[in-house]
């Protein structure tokens, strides 16, 4: 007697990957992502759009980077126009797990700014990483546009792709520093010091930018 054929075998595995329990998605995803194959990228890509589970997302998004990305990449851009903000989210994620400046053109201004935190921060970290040199300046415009927005978490993640970028964004902090809007000033003092001491950690940052902003403008550089 023979055993299953490994088409069988990934057929199984694909099958997995719409099972009830979270622990067998993941195995299954884990299969997939194990012995790739261009067949199953459409599905993989589409699961992603629907999958509750955060850890089993993390391993479709592994799965697909075994892909290759003539085959990935492609498909996952596609994926930016869908309405559901999950499938738009999990394709930057993995577009960013890629890392393959084929996709920078399809990082636009519409999703840095998109309403959905979860595909904002997914094309912030996607813009970080994709963007050819050059081009830098020109992101973090639009992602200074993004301070003071959101909870402390999103903040974080804004303020860690803007420090990524590095000293293009010390030109833009200023304005932002002195708006009039405390959440704005707050996130900008807070991005600055993370900058220029990005060992301090975030929450030390944004309990100083309080600090300052409680104080005034007049010591700011107290």
Do not use: N
Request: net charge negative.
């Amino acid at each position: 007697m023979t055993g299953p054929t490994d088409d069988t075998i990934a057929m199984r595995a694909l099958r997995g990957l719409e099972h009830d329990s979270a622990s067998v998605r993941l195995q299954a995803a884990l299969a997939v992502g194990t012995t790739p194959d261009p067949r199953f990228i459409d599905r993989l890509v589409e699961r992603c759009g629907v999958e509750p589970d955060f850890y089993v997302r993390d391993m479709l998004a592994w799965a697909l980077t075994r892909h290759p990305s003539s085959a990935t990449v492609p498909r996952l851009i596609a994926e930016l126009d869908s309405p559901q903000p999950q499938a738009r989210s999990q394709a930057l994620h993995t577009l960013s797990k890629i890392g393959d400046r084929r996709a920078w053109p399809s990082i636009t201004e519409d999703l840095l700014t998109d309403a959905d935190p979860d595909v904002a921060r997914s094309a912030w970290r996607a813009a970080v990483v994709l963007v050819p040199p050059g081009e830098e300046v020109a992101v973090a415009r639009v992602l200074m546009t993004q301070l003071g927005r959101g909870d402390r978490e999103l903040q974080l993640s804004l303020s860690r792709a803007l420090v990524a970028l590095g000293e293009v964004i010390v030109p833009g902090l200023p304005a932002a520093m002195a708006s009039p809007d405390p959440q704005i000033r707050q996130h900008a003092i807070a991005t600055e010091r993370l900058l220029r001491d990005p060992d301090a950690g975030f929450a030390y940052a944004i309990e100083e930018a309080k600090r300052i902003v409680a104080l005034g403008p007049a010591r700011d550089e107290g």
